[in-house]
Nanobody, 126 residues
Framework: QAQLVESGGGLVQAGESLRLSCTVSGLTFPFSNYGMGWFRQAPGKEREFVATISWTGGTTDYADSVKGRFTISRDNAKNVLALQMNSLKPEDTAVYYC?????????????????WGQGTQVTVSS
């Protein structure tokens, strides 16, 4: 049974940094075969795309709102996906979710991801 467990969320002030992790287990194929994504959902808003990294690890894409501030990465040896978030803003406040799609390449659409974590809360105060 696939398990994606996010960690690293918390309460920070604007301008500070956080690093989120997503530890993956139980997928049908090795972690390296899955394109991975980060999404977020703020109170009263729809879940939105944040960042994605291809199953090959060679391609990343970001939402315009986080480009230049967030960096997605993966460690296939440890089955871990990461999101380094710098220069955080109050509008980054949301629950952050990781997701997996088999052989995913530049996938930004929520419905294309089959496996999801439970989310971790990120709160940025002004």
């Amino acid at each position: 049974q696939a398990q994606l467990v996010e960690s690293g969320g918390g309460l920070v002030q604007a301008g500070e940094s956080l690093r989120l992790s997503c530890t993956v287990s139980g997928l049908t194929f090795p972690f390296s075969n899955y394109g991975m994504g980060w999404f977020r959902q703020a109170p009263g808003k729809e879940r939105e795309f944040v960042a994605t990294i291809s199953w090959t690890g060679g391609t990343t894409d970001y939402a315009d709102s986080v480009k230049g501030r967030f960096t997605i990465s993966r460690d296939n040896a440890k089955n871990v996906l990461a999101l380094q978030m710098n220069s955080l803003k109050p509008e980054d406040t949301a629950v952050y979710y990781c997701a997996a799609k088999f052989r995913g390449m530049r996938v930004t659409t929520i419905t294309e991801y089959r496996f999801w974590g439970q989310g971790t809360q990120v709160t940025v105060s002004s």
